[in-house]
């Protein structure tokens, strides 16, 4: 199983900017296909962004695409999250997530490993 340390959360007024990372350790990282969700109070699990092992193509929620770009540092074992032109409604705990294999999943339950969770609050 993989380790996932986020960072970067925190409080930003609409329309700023957040970056957030996510620290992997493990064995397996260099083979998980990686990804963050988030979760707004009383509501579920969002899918917000994943990209594969190879950090080829990249793969987002219909609400995030254009705002949002994934990333990854294999050799930092790190995955970035870049949050551009945030609104209220970005407001949620992120979870970074990874799952061993090739292929990105758009399913919270396809994927083994997560992370603690980052806050962030979005002002209008």
């Known amino acids: 199983q993989v380790q996932l340390v986020e960072s970067g959360g925190g409080l930003v007024q609409a329309g700023g900017s957040l970056r957030l990372s996510c620290a992997a350790s493990?064995?397996?990282?260099?083979?998980?296909?990686m990804g963050w969700f988030r979760q707004a109070p009383g509501k579920g699990r969002e899918f917000v962004a994943a990209i594969p092992w190879s950090g080829g193509s990249t793969y987002y929620g219909d609400s995030v695409k254009g705002r949002f770009t994934i990333s990854r540092d294999n050799a930092k074992n790190t995955v970035y999250l870049q949050m551009n032109s945030l609104k209220a409604e970005d407001t949620a705990v992120y979870y970074c997530v990874a799952r061993l294999g090739l292929w990105i999943s758009m399913q919270s339950g396809d994927y083994d490993s997560w992370g603690q969770g980052t806050q962030v609050t979005v002002s209008s």
């Open positions: 493990g064995r397996t990282v260099s083979r998980c296909a």
